[in-house]
């Protein structure tokens, strides 16, 4: 599921979590812009550099409520009365062609647009990210838009796509004849309702002065269809899991239900073995952006379930180009009995780098970082941009959220392989 709206802060936290948490649905949020024009409750920063702080909130929120989240190259210029406007300053080809690549590459089966086209979204920004949307859903599916993409990651149908429809003080865009669903239900693995969690989510956007009460109980979500397949109750019916499309992934589903139903909550460790079975019929499925992510998705469910914990860290802050850069790996494997850890670029380690892994044995290793490393800054902010929109010529940059700070590049280069 994709959710679509203009700022940080207009995603309905709430909804993202009864997807992401309770229907285990992969959820997004594609926020058009990243709130620069906003105000600043909690400092002095504005627009860039609010900006910046922005996009960490919306980070912070997802890591509560478990979705993923993107950007456009949309710049929050200011207050836009009008759609016209807005989509003039934002180049609106520029900003449709970011969302059908994120599209495209993590093809969704619903789209959910927070606002509607037109004026009841009350903001001009807030009426283009519907405008988009809509016309974002159309281009996904036709090859001859933006077909660097299609040679990427094909062309992709969305099902559907909807207007969660609201209801913001005497703006009330509900009726009783739209679809509906209860959001509101209680979570517990977590030991919290979808509402307590939303809270917390939503509470994530300081800047902006947010602190939202927690909610218990029945919360009623309504939509309103845009366009796609014609559906009876559920906004979400006829869609099949991924791993009911093909053969292999029915086994591999049914694997899953037995690991499932087996599962030692007090010995995670008992189900290495099986998902390690998994992992490897994963790898032999066909290739694909969905692959690749389910891939990822089980090899953290292994991670965890072993008890594997890692941590690289440098002896300064701060480096110029061209430093020699001197790290530190430590590891431990708590849950367990052995596993080997493969590290890659690193130029110098004082031993091997490969590192053998046994239960409860904490491992430290000094190495030194290969390669030349560029100054650390904003991607969407590394050249001089036009008011409405920034210049990002690496599409791939979409996805990443801000600044890269040298512990996590340094443990995406190093952590490759887990045997
Ligand atoms: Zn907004």
Known sequence: MLYIAAHPDDENTRLITWMSKEKLFRTAYISLTRGDGGQNLIG?????????????????ARAIDGGEQFFTRANDFGYSKTSNETLDFWEKEKVLEDMVYVIRKIKP??????????????????????????????????????????????TWQVKRIYWNTFR??????????????????????DGKSNGEIAAESRSQHKSQGFGVPSQRGTQLEYFSPVSGDTIVSDPFENIPSFW??????????????????????????????????????IRKMPSSTIQIQKLKEIEKIIKDA???????YSYRERYAEQDTIH?????????????????????????????????????????VLAGSITNSQPYWLKENHPLGVFTIPDKKKLESHGMMYLCWYLLNC????IH
């Open 306 to 312: 072993m008890g594997l914990w890692t941590s690289a």
């Open 168 to 189: 913001f003080g005497s703006n009330n865009t509900i009726t009783e004849q739209q679809l509906k669903l209860d959001a509101g239900g209680y979570n517990i693995l």
């Open 109 to 154: 089966d619903v789209m959910i647009c927070r606002f509607p086209p037109d004026s009841r979204a009350g903001h001009g920004h807030h009426s283009s990210s519907a405008i988009l949307a809509k016309e974002a859903f159309d281009a996904a599916s036709d090859a001859s838009k933006f077909p660097y993409q299609v040679a990427e990651f094909g």
């Open 244 to 281: 009911e499309q093909s053969p292999s992934g029915k086994v591999i589903s049914n694997l899953l239900k037995k690991i499932i139903a087996a599962y030692n909550f007090q010995n995670p460790s008992a189900s290495v073995d099986q998902l390690l079975t998994v992992r490897s019929l």
């Open 44 to 60: 002095s920063e504005l627009s860039e550099n609010l900006g910046l702080i922005r996009t960490r909130e919306l980070m912070a």
């Open 414 to 417: 190093l952590l490759k392989t």
């Open 327 to 367: 790290i530190t790996l430590q590891s431990i494997l708590r849950n367990f009995p052995e596993a080997t850890l493969k590290v890659n670029g690193v130029i110098y380690s004082d031993s091997s780098n490969s590192i053998s892994l046994s239960k409860q044995l904490f491992q430290s290793r000094k190495m």
